[in-house]
C-alpha cells in the first residue's frame, strides 16, 4: 500500500558528498516514522538515521556530524545529505517509513528497494 521511491545514489570520491531522498506514496496511515539504514558488504542492515514526525531526529555514531536527515512532512519526503563521505560509507541505503495505526496494533513497516552509494577513489 505504501511504495517508497529513493533516488540520488551513485558513485563518489571519499571526502565527497551525496545527496539521498525518498517519497512515500499518500495513505490514510499516520507516518510515525521516516529515515534511512544501510548495509554494508558483508554487514547486518543498520541504522543510519531517523526523524520521529513531530518528534526527536536520531543519528547513527558513525555519522559523526557529517549527515544531515531532514523531512518534508506534506510531500511524505525524507532526505538525507551526506558529504564527507568515507569508503566505510559504502552501502546499500535503504528509505524506510513507520507507519502508526493505533493503540492497539503494531507498526507498520516499509522498506524501499535501496540505491547503492559506493565511496572510492
Known amino acids: 500500500q505504501v511504495e517508497l521511491v529513493e533516488t540520488g545514489g551513485g558513485w563518489v570520491q571519499p571526502g565527497g558528498s551525496l545527496s539521498l531522498s525518498c517519497t512515500a506514496s499518500?495513505?490514510?496511515?499516520?507516518?510515525?516514522?521516516m529515515g534511512w539504514y544501510r548495509q554494508r558488504p558483508g554487514e547486518q542492515r543498520e541504522l543510519v538515521a531517523e526523524?520521529?514526525?513531530?518528534?526527536?531526529?536520531t543519528y547513527a555514531d558513525f555519522v559523526q556530524d557529517r549527515f544531515t536527515i531532514s523531512t518534508d512532512d506534506a510531500e511524505k519526503t525524507v532526505h538525507l545529505q551526506m558529504a564527507s563521505l568515507k569508503p566505510e560509507d559504502t552501502a546499500v541505503y535503504f528509505c524506510?517509513?513507520?507507519?502508526?495505526?493505533?493503540?492497539?496494533?503494531?507498526?507498520?513497516?516499509?522498506w524501499g528497494q535501496g540505491t547503492q552509494v559506493t565511496v572510492t577513489s
Open positions: 524506510y517509513v513507520a507507519l502508526w495505526r493505533g493503540p492497539l496494533e503494531a507498526d507498520l513497516e516499509y
Open positions: 526523524s520521529v514526525t513531530g518528534g526527536q531526529t
Open positions: 499518500k495513505n490514510y496511515f499516520h507516518i510515525k516514522t
